[in-house]
């Protein structure tokens, strides 16, 4: 099992970045995808989710209308666009992947954003 980040970097505040995740090793359209985030000295935090089958999203509040989810299933990625990115969104981003039914729970090693002011 592997998920592959990629599309950190460093921006400028206001700017954007896209971030990608490659799966391979498991059903990808069977999991759940999501990015995660880990600021320093902070726990990691949901900041996007989609469902396996019915494409349901769901946003942190602290991103919401600035970053969108989606996924291709048919090429088995998944990808965070990050618009209008604040300092406060420096973090390393890991993408999730996640099987309710066998709790499968699989995750990449990161990737770093840094936004700055």
């Known amino acids: 099992v592997q998920l592959v980040e990629s599309g950190g970097g460093w921006v400028q505040a206001g700017g954007s970045l896209t971030l990608s995740c490659e799966a391979s090793?498991?059903?990808?359209?069977?999991?759940?995808m999501s990015w995660y985030r880990q600021a320093p000295e902070k726990g990691r935090e949901l900041v996007a989710a989609?469902?396996?089958?019915?494409?349901?999203?769901n946003y942190a509040d602290s991103v919401l209308g600035r970053f969108t989810i989606s996924r291709d299933n048919a090429k088995n990625t998944v990808t965070l666009q990050m618009n209008s990115l604040k300092p406060e969104d420096t973090a390393v981003y890991y993408c999730n992947a996640y099987r309710p039914t066998t709790r499968d729970d699989y995750w990449g090693q990161g990737t770093q954003v840094t936004v700055s002011s």
């Open positions: 989609m469902g396996s089958l019915d494409g349901l999203t």
């Open positions: 090793g498991f059903t990808f359209s069977s999991y759940h």
